[in-house]
T-cell receptor
Framework: KAGVTQTPRYLIKTRGQQVTLSCSPI?????VSWYQQTPGQGLQFLFE???????NKGNFPGRFSGRQFSNSRSEMNVSTLELGDSALYLC??????????????FGPGTRLTVL | DAKTTQPPSMDCAEGRAANLPCNHS???????VYWYRQIHSQGPQYIIH???NNETNEMASLIITEDRKSSTLILPHATLRDTAVYYC????????????FGTGTRLQVTL
């Protein structure tokens, strides 16, 4: 079974620009979560989408947004980029079932550098 | 979510068992203990999870104390490829998709 894929793997942008990152979950998985990893703050939860609806949200500003399509693929968007947005952005997919422990499987990440 | 405490780093000789402790004294009755690891610059990898009973899979064993205030992840025969940061995370089924990662334990496996 193919794993979680993320595109692009590396991205360089300048301050003020916007960026869109893409995540394709494991086949059959309906939940996609996004995380940001920086050396200073570690791994932080951004948001989760399930069946095209945002189900959970972390503590990030409105510049960070996302969406999920009917095929469960997800995109996240960061507008008005700041230097502090430089990070590894990780996507994780799971079946999304409530009431069960739901293992998350992570993709390799997109390394975003903001200059 | 339960707050977890882990030692920042540990060393282990290749071929020996690696025992990684985790303290989760504030864990509630319906919260599971999850373990993930992250090899440098890769996405985190799920290892194992448990609620009350000890668990074992092809990667590791998880020993949870009877009072559930701490647990130990055991890699029975560590190899160089097990060098990674190991995260112990407490969460219930409603938070399984929004994990709260701490700083983890950096395990260095040496020859």
């Amino acid at each position: 079974k193919a794993g979680v894929t993320q595109t692009p793997r590396y991205l360089i942008k300048t301050r003020g620009q916007q960026v869109t990152l893409s995540c394709s979950p494991i086949s059959g998985h309906r939940s996609v979560s996004w995380y940001q990893q920086t050396p200073g703050q570690g791994l932080q939860f951004l948001f989760e989408y399930f069946s095209e609806t945002q189900r959970n949200k972390g503590n990030f500003p409105g510049r960070f947004s996302g969406r999920q399509f009917s095929n469960s693929r997800s995109e996240m968007n960061v507008s008005t980029l700041e230097l502090g947005d430089s990070a590894l952005y990780l996507c994780a997919s799971s079946k999304g079932q409530r009431g069960f422990t739901d293992t998350q499987y992570f993709g390799p990440g997109t390394r975003l550098t903001v200059l | 979510d339960a707050k977890t405490t882990q030692p920042p780093s540990m060393d282990c000789a290749e071929g020996r068992a690696a025992n990684l402790p985790c303290n989760h004294s504030t864990i509630s009755g319906n919260e599971y203990v999850y373990w993930y690891r992250q090899i440098h610059s890769q996405g985190p990898q799920y290892i194992i999870h448990g609620l009350k009973n000890n668990e074992t899979n092809e990667m590791a064993s998880l020993i949870i104390t009877e009072d559930r205030k701490s647990s130990t992840l055991i890699l029975p025969h560590a190899t160089l490829r097990d060098t990674a940061v190991y995260y112990c995370i407490g969460g219930d089924t409603g938070t399984a998709s929004k994990l709260t990662f701490g700083t983890g334990t950096r395990l260095q496996v040496t020859l």
